[in-house]
């Protein structure tokens, strides 16, 4: 396992502290759960500047993904400096103790490393994968990205704080769904917590600039959980519902709606759970 170069330790300054997230689904109740106690800008419909607790936040969507989420991460660095970098959003669990709803504090994040082209010519990453896929893993290689020492310790007071219900350890990173097989197999191969498309990607942007980073996931589907209800059929390439395909497949599966109502509850509870965090940690970081 080939283990990057760790990012210097996290110190209070005046540049604004980067927060990304894949989705609108993930962003808005992030975003909504702040108390700004200053101006608040939209760049545009991928980044919000939110000013909470004498610190500037920029809310960035990266889409789906390890490539779009380290090329958003690597544009935003480069256009301004950032006090640190933060990884929010929801997760898969891959630890059967890891129930929906629990935060995950990354002490790193491990990047898989394929070098597989999508599954099925997909461009997305949103096809789970078949067991023969799945095979064709096993020579895959893991990355690994330490969190930030400074950045972990002080969100775990705030969530201790809060009395969240938490776990710290490994969040992987892939580069499409998990179904239920993979998500065991790969738990026993990375030791991993929880798994997502985005957080060591970011990791690996941050730590080329030498920028503090930490992840933190709330567990959308635990482990037994699988994911595969043709979510492909109606996301686009950056994750978000396409409205006449997702329409064309609630008609043509309307069992799915249910569960996909749900699904919807349970995103927008993580993410809030998240904003709240949030909130605690710009005010304890300012």
């Given amino acids: 396992m080939k283990t990057a170069r760790p990012p210097r330790t996290s110190r209070v300054r ?10 609108r689904a993930e962003m808005k109740p992030i975003a ?6 200053g101006p608040s800008a939209s760049r545009s419909d991928l980044i919000v500047r939110i000013g909470v607790g004498g610190r500037d936040l920029l809310l960035v969507k990266t889409g789906v993904g390890p490539d779009r989420a380290e090329a958003a991460a690597r544009h935003l660095f480069e256009a301004e400096p950032v006090v640190a970098a933060l990884s929010l959003g929801v997760a898969g669990g891959l630890s059967p103790q890891a129930q929906t709803g629990d935060l995950i504090v990354g002490d790193r994040v491990i990047l898989q490393c394929s070098g597989q082209a999508p599954v099925d010519g997909t461009q ?4 789970p994968r078949s067991g023969q896929d799945l095979q064709g893993q096993q020579g895959s290689r893991l990355e690994d990205f330490p969190c930030d020492v400074g950045l972990r310790q002080a969100a775990m007071t705030v ?9 710290l350890g490994p969040i992987l990173t892939v580069d499409h769904i998990l179904t239920t097989e993979e998500k065991r197999v790969l738990a026993a191969e990375s030791g991993a917590l929880a798994v997502d498309m985005e957080s060591a990607a970011i990791a690996s942007a941050a730590s080329a600039c030498s920028i503090p980073f930490l992840a933190i996931r709330g567990i959308l589907d635990p482990v037994h959980e699988d994911l595969a209800v043709g979510l492909d059929q109606f996301l686009d390439a950056e994750g978000e519902p396409h409205l006449p395909r997702l329409m064309r497949y609630l008609i043509a599966h309307p069992f799915a709606i249910p569960y996909l109502i749900g699904l919807g509850f349970r995103t927008r509870a993580v993410c809030t759970r998240l904003g709240r965090l949030l909130q605690e940690l710009s005010t304890t970081l300012s």
Avoid: E, N
Wanted: hydrophobic share 40%; charged share 25%; proline share 7%.
């Fill in 14 to 23: 005046s540049a604004p502290l980067a927060i990304f997230v894949a989705t």
């Fill in 32 to 37: 909504t759960a702040l108390q700004p106690t």
């Fill in 124 to 127: 997305d990453g949103l096809r």
């Fill in 159 to 167: 969530i201790r704080r809060l009395d969240s219900r938490h776990r």
